[in-house]
């Protein structure tokens, strides 16, 4: 059954961009430090990024192998909607509080309510997982009950400032964790959310 799972690289201080982040500079100031993990080998494309080390690896490879991605429109925004295609021709369900007069590119689509979009993911990812980005989304989610789990790469860094992933989260949120591997500069964490109290 498809799950709907966030991908995120955080600092230890929970930010997941630096302050100023913006369609130019989309992790902010010293956010990009968030990602020196990877290697770009060709345009500015998530799927042209690969890791520099086997764990790092791993975790992107499994996220590449999701059926649909889930996003906030912030996110969307400033990665340029990913050209119209995050990875492979997947579903780009883009959560957004109003829909533009101009269609997005490619693959995506704006949907405006947080549970309808959740089910058209889940719907286009068919039996793989659908891949969550973006922190105001993995919060609306996270409200909403739609959130199943998290792969939460944590980077040996305090940013101090920026746009932190859990800033709005809905009271008390109970997780497991599931699997937990040590990389070369950064801890790898994966949690089921088990539900909470609102």
């Not at 890791?51 to 429109?73: F, I, N, Q």
């Not at 909607?81 to 883009?94: E, K, Q, R, Y």
């Not at 996270?142 to 199943?148: C, E, P, Y």
């Amino acid at each position: 059954m498809s799950k709907i799972v966030l991908y995120m690289w955080t600092s230890l201080d929970g930010f997941v961009a630096g302050p100023d982040d913006g369609p130019d500079q989309g992790l902010g100031v010293g956010g990009e430090r968030l990602h020196d993990f990877l290697i770009f080998d060709g345009p500015d494309h998530p799927a042209a990024a690969r890791a520099r080390d086997d764990v790092g690896a791993a975790v992107m490879a499994e996220a590449m192998t999701s059926g649909a991605v889930l996003t906030g429109r912030r996110t969307f925004d400033h990665a340029g909607g990913w050209g119209g295609d995050h990875h492979d021709g997947v579903p780009i369900i883009v959560l957004t509080r109003s829909v533009p007069a101009t269609p997005p590119p490619g693959h995506a689509r704006y949907v405006t309510d947080v549970r309808e979009a959740a089910a058209q993911a889940k719907e286009a990812a068919g039996d793989r997982d659908v891949l969550l980005h973006g922190a105001a989304a993995a919060q609306a989610c996270l409200r909403a009950g739609v959130l199943d789990e998290m792969a939460l790469q944590v980077v040996p860094v305090l940013l101090g400032q920026g746009r932190r992933l859990f800033d709005d989260v809905p009271g008390h949120v109970e997780l497991e964790l599931t699997h937990s591997a040590d990389g070369p500069g950064m801890v790898h964490l994966r949690y089921r959310v088990l539900g909470g109290e609102g």
